[in-house]
């Protein structure tokens, strides 16, 4: 994290915890939950650069999702799965000339990395961190026009920043990636910054990590973290559903697992959303349970933030059937006070 724009955060009221931004003395927290658009710091983001002759071809190896169809300038979403096909990380993806760009967890990126080098072996390929030399921004945006037709720009609301989904842009201030419907990540450099927060500030205020990871859950994508690291197949996760497992590129690490869960139609568990009363948002890892599996986790919390002062909306990875039975709990004995009502995903179970 770079610390001049640290510093310009914390002189325009930024207020953080852990590496990330949890609030801002201008305004009431009570006030941005409120808010479905703005601007947010990402430095609890970390960033990969990827390079050499092979990088395309050792990604795609690696990978989760078809690395070798990402042209430049377009992104994807994407995972990278143990031997026994669980997912060590989610990340996204894109391509800006010769170079491939992970966004991913700061709290996973120097393990990760680090595992991923032991794989390049001869082949012509380099990892770089490259979050020491960017500052990693966000912008939140559900405005009629993408809950119409998610595969259009928006409109010039923002300064023209969001480009069509999937869609990387190059401008003198940022590298504008549009990750999903709803969020699109800005890369600039910390010399810049400041300038970038100030123009977008104008028309958009400033958000927290929190209303990031909203926007996420209520995408239905989550993200790996270490408490939940090598914990879901993809496709409990519902990697698929969103895009994040291609079922026609060749092999990866798990992929034969992938593979089975997907058509032998063995999955038991998978992600849904749900709310809870509590002004306190669920730690990652979280144990779930069920009366119809009583003495035993049924799942866990994969991601959580405040939608309200009083409410919590969340994803967790759970029995399938106490999904559809609607029978979550956070506590063993299952009382009506730690009650998980499941909420609609914007996107549909398959049959």
Not at 21 to 45: E, K, M, P, Q
Not at 90 to 96: E, I, Q, S
Not at 185 to 190: D, K
Request: charged residues 20%.
């Amino acid at each position: 994290m770079s610390d001049s724009w640290v510093n310009a955060l914390i002189r325009m009221g930024a207020q953080f915890s852990d590496g990330r931004v949890v609030g801002f003395t201008s305004d009431s927290a009570a006030s941005r939950l409120a808010l479905s658009a703005g601007i947010c710091d990402l430095s609890h983001y970390g960033l990969i650069k990827v390079t050499g002759e092979d990088a395309g071809k050792f990604l795609h190896a690696q990978f989760t999702n078809d690395v070798a169809a990402l042209q430049p300038g377009q992104s994807q979403l994407n995972g990278w799965c143990s031997p026994k096909g669980r997912l060590l990380v989610t990340f996204w993806l894109w391509r800006a000339e010769d170079a491939y760009y992970m966004l991913l967890q700061k709290s996973l990126q120097p393990a990760i990395q680090k595992r991923l080098g032991m794989f390049i072996l001869r082949s012509k390929v380099t990892l770089e961190d490259a979050s020491a030399y960017t500052v990693r921004l966000g912008v939140v945006r559900v405005p009629a026009a993408l809950e119409a037709d998610p595969t259009h720009a928006a409109d010039d609301t923002l300064g023209g920043v969001i480009p069509p989904l999937g869609s990387v842009t190059n401008s003198d201030r940022a590298i504008s990636v549009r990750l999903s419907p709803s969020r699109t990540a800005l890369i600039t450099s910390p010399a810049a910054a400041e300038g970038v927060w100030r123009e977008l500030s104008k028309t958009s205020p400033p958000l927290t990590a929190n209303e990031w990871d909203l926007a996420a859950i209520n995408e239905g994508i989550l993200d790996v973290v270490p408490d939940t690291q090598d914990s879901y197949v993809p496709q409990m996760a519902n990697f698929e559903l969103v895009g994040g497992v291609s079922f026609k590129k060749g092999c990866y690490p798990g992929q034969e697992i992938v593979a089975r869960t997907q058509y032998r139609g063995i999955l038991k568990r998978r992600m849904a959303k749900v709310l809870h009363r509590s002004s306190i948002a669920l730690a990652p890892g979280t144990l779930i349970y069920s009366p119809q599996f009583p003495d035993q986790s049924v799942g866990t919390v994969a991601l959580s933030a405040r939608c309200s002062a009083s409410t919590v909306v969340s994803l967790v990875v759970a029995q399938l059937e106490s999904i559809k039975s609607n029978s979550l709990f956070l506590d063993i004995a299952c009382t009506e006070e730690n009650h998980l009502l499941v909420s609609a995903l914007p996107y549909a179970y398959p049959d």
